[in-house]
Each structure stands twice: as structure tokens, then as C-alpha cells.
């Protein structure tokens, strides 16, 4: 972080800053929290050519989720870029390790979230999970839209990475037809759409916040598929969390199905360690 980019935020704030410290957690972007006279800041940089696009896409996520008044997010300050820099700046969330009680309220806001519905399931644009883009194109069929806007693209981008081959990938036809049964009457939901343990805080007053979100409307399980895949949520979010939406006979089959995604990105950011997963998963489903 050069001088010119340090005097740029200090005119911004309006305020000294006193100290920046880096931050640790972000696979994608650099972080730093920001300290002045009377506040605390949450920087994200990231000079990659799409980053801006990232972080817009980033902040107005975070403002709906606000928006719905069912579960907290940090405050927007700024997005923009200066120079080769683009950044996203939000209020710094003070937080402490989950207790059960804490568990509990961020499993039962969740759900209320996963009850703000829509017509469609997407968004009315595109948007990013980690650094690749997430299609978004609205459609009336969950079938459709996770086989076509979820599986497709990052089985191909599979393929073109030589992470996986031809052989390895079902067709659209066969997932579609296999998935079928399994979807049925299901709703859209409004989503986070990246739900790991490091995607939520628990501020110090016990409040629950998520940040980092890949949002659109989908299936609600997507969510409570990723919260499983690497752990960091306790059985407490989930009692309340299916008090109010509750599981059905094709739930476990689901969320194998739908942690086939989050697999996948993660086969494609991060490399091969992931392709065994990658390849149980398409052996027992397809």
C-alpha cells in the first residue's frame, strides 16, 4: 500500500489514520483493518482487472442482505478504485468465538433470510464466487438453473483447466434427468451463497453478521450445504435453523449434490487436491 493510496483514504475518511494492520483469511483480495481517532475500518484491496466488479458486486449484496432487516452485514463505506487499486471499505466488525446461544440466533436468522422469496431463481445479474463468475440469468426451474447456471460452467471450466476430463463429466442431459425427482416444489430463497465458517462474525455484543457473500436467489439448502462441507457451525445452528425449515426425505441426498458445486470452484480456484471429492461425489450421483 503506497503513500499516495494511504493519503487518499485519509482525505476520504476526513480523519488521521492512525495505524494499518493486514488481516488475515482472504484467498482472493489482501485485507487490512484501518484505525483512526473514533473508528475502526475493513479494507479490501485487490488490483486483478475484474476486482472493482468483484467488490461492487460485493457491497450491493451486502446492502440487500441489510435490506431485509433479518441478519446483520458491516456497513458499505466505499467502493471504488484509485489508481491500479481497487477497494472495498466497510465498518470493522469487533468479534468473539460463537457461544451456543450465538449459534442458535445465527441459525434462526438465517432462516428467516432463506424466507425472503422471488419469482425466479438467480439474480438480475451476474456476480462472483471467490474470483470466478457466478451466472445469474433469471429462470423458473431449479432443475434448470443449477444444472445450466451452477454445475455446467464449472465442469467445463474443469475440463479446460485439465482438472477433470470429458469422461469424468456427466451431460447436461443426464444431470438434468437425474435431478429431477430430487427437486421438486422447491422455492427461491434468498441466499449468502458462500456460507463457510469464515463467512460469518459474531459481533461482541452477540450479534450475527455475514460478509463475503455470493447472493442470488436458490434453493435454501445451498447455503446449509456449504456450512457442512468445511465445518465451523455447531448443532445448535442447525436445531434452529430447521425449527423453522425443516428437512424432508431427499435433504442428505441434496446437500451431497449441492456441496458438488462449492467442490468444484474450489477444484477450480485451488487445484487437484480437491478433484477426489470432485469425482466421489459425480460417481455416486451421475
Known amino acids: 500500500m503506497n503513500d499516495a493510496f494511504f493519503k487518499h483514504f485519509e482525505n476520504s475518511l476526513s480523519a488521521k489514520i492512525n495505524s494499518i494492520t493486514p488481516v488475515s483469511g482472504g484467498d482472493i483480495s489482501s485485507a487490512f483493518k484501518i484505525i483512526t481517532l473514533n ?5 479490501k484491496i485487490n488490483t486483478a482487472s475484474n476486482a472493482l466488479n468483484m467488490f461492487q458486486t460485493e457491497a450491493e449484496a451486502l446492502k440487500i442482505i441489510a435490506n431485509t432487516n433479518t441478519i446483520a452485514t458491516p456497513k458499505v463505506i466505499d467502493c471504488s478504485k484509485f489508481e491500479n487499486i ?11 468465538p460463537p457461544s451456543s446461544k450465538d ?10 433470510l432463506h424466507q425472503k422469496t422471488n419469482a425466479y431463481f438467480g439474480l438480475q445479474k451476474d456476480n ?41 463429466c456427466p451431460s447436461k442431459e ?19 451463497g458462500d456460507l463457510w465458517g469464515g463467512n460469518y462474525l459474531i459481533s461482541t455484543n452477540g450479534i ?18 456449504m456450512t457442512k462441507l468445511f465445518g465451523g457451525f455447531s448443532e445448535n445452528f442447525y436445531k434452529a435453523y430447521h425449527n423453522s425449515i425443516p428437512i424432508d426425505q431427499f435433504t442428505s441426498t441434496r446437500i451431497e449434490i449441492y456441496q458438488l458445486y462449492y467442490l468444484l470452484v474450489h477444484l477450480n480456484l485451488f487445484g487437484s487436491s480437491y478433484r477426489n471429492s470432485v469425482k466421489t461425489i459425480l460417481n455416486k450421483h451421475f
Open 103 to 112: 449459534f442458535k440466533t445465527l441459525g434462526k436468522q438465517l432462516a428467516t
Open 174 to 192: 443426464q444431470m438434468l434427468d437425474k435431478l429431477h425427482p430430487y427437486f421438486k416444489n422447491i422455492k427461491p430463497s434468498l441466499l449468502h
Open 208 to 225: 450475527p453478521f455475514l460478509i463475503d457473500p455470493a447472493m442470488y436467489f436458490g434453493h435454501s439448502e445451498m447455503d446449509i450445504a
Open 128 to 168: 462472483f464466487i471467490g474470483s470466478l463468475i457466478q451466472a445469474n440469468k433469471p429462470t423458473d426451474s431449479w432443475n434448470t438453473f443449477y444444472v445450466n447456471k451452477r454445475l455446467l460452467p464449472q465442469l467445463q471450466l474443469t475440463i479446460q483447466n485439465d482438472l477433470l476430463s470429458e469422461s469424468d
Open 39 to 43: 473508528q475502526s475500518y475493513f479494507l
Open 86 to 96: 481497487s477497494f472495498l471499505l466497510l465498518e470493522f466488525i469487533e468479534s468473539k
